[in-house]
Antibody, heavy 120, light 109 residues
Framework: QVQLVESGGGVVQPGMSLRLSCAAS????????MHWVRQAPGKGLEWVAV????????FYRDSVKGRFTISRDASKNTLYLQMNTLRAEDTALYYC?????????????WGQGTLVTVSS | EIVLTQSPATLSLSPGERATLSCRAS??????LAWYQQKPGQAPRLLIY???NRATGIPARFSGSGSGTDFTLTISSLEPEDFAVYYC???????????FGQGTKLEIK
């Protein structure tokens, strides 16, 4: 069965970096589009980034462009989110999710999330 | 950017009652709208996709309708486990941008 397990969250100071990982099982990462979605404490859901199944189409929300990089390692079947120049407003629970449908338009499977706290 | 507005923000109902949740888009999203359920401490779960298709394993009491800019999630007879927060979500065509509504909290009356 499909399973997604995130890791790498923690407490960091503003301006620092962090890399999140999402280990996938039950399917091949390179056959599906994969997303990162975040949720600030007590707030709603916010899409962050997507990498399409072909690996050639990558998109970000405006507020993270130039700071965050989504990538994957096929040999490890793992998705990553490299987060640089972190800000307090990046504090959130970060979920990885498998996309489905045209443009990987919906989030079919979700991990349990990893918490990122940006604070001085 | 397409904005999704959900209403009401909070809906107070009793088990057995019918719940109707609304999601309005700032411009047409055709039929590419999904609904998710999120319980406290849990990841969201896909309920409905393409406006009216139930995801795998979702009970028949959940149904979705609508197209264009106005969409509805209906729960025909509320079970105790249905009390949660519900989000709608869309994907714009190009470049693909994925947005969520702000959520509707369905609480026990």
């Amino acid at each position: 069965q499909v399973q997604l397990v995130e890791s790498g969250g923690g407490v960091v100071q503003p301006g620092m970096s962090l890399r999140l990982s999402c280990a996938a099982s039950g399917f091949t990462l390179t056959s599906q589009g994969m997303h990162w979605v975040r949720q600030a404490p007590g707030k709603g859901l916010e899409w962050v980034a997507v990498i399409w199944y072909d690996g050639n189409h990558i998109f970000y929300r405006d507020s993270v462009k130039g700071r965050f990089t989504i990538s994957r390692d096929a040999s490890k079947n793992t998705l990553y989110l490299q987060m640089n120049t972190l800000r307090a407003e990046d504090t959130a629970l970060y979920y990885c999710a498998r996309g489905s449908g045209p443009n990987h338009s919906r989030f079919e499977y979700w991990g349990q999330g990893t918490l990122v706290t940006v604070s001085s | 950017e397409i904005v999704l507005t959900q209403s009401p923000a909070t809906l107070s109902l009793s088990p057995g009652e019918r719940a109707t949740l609304s999601c309005r888009a700032s411009q047409s999203v055709r039929e590419y709208l999904a609904w998710y359920q999120q319980k406290p401490g849990q990841a969201p779960r896909l309920l409905i996709y393409d406006a009216s298709n139930r995801a795998t394993g979702i009970p028949a009491r959940f149904s979705g309708s609508g197209s264009g800019t106005d969409f509805t999630l209906t729960i025909s007879s509320l079970e105790p486990e249905d009390f949660a927060v519900y989000y709608c979500q869309q994907c714009s065509n190009w470049p693909p941008m994925y947005t969520f509504g702000q959520g509707t909290k369905l609480e026990i009356k």
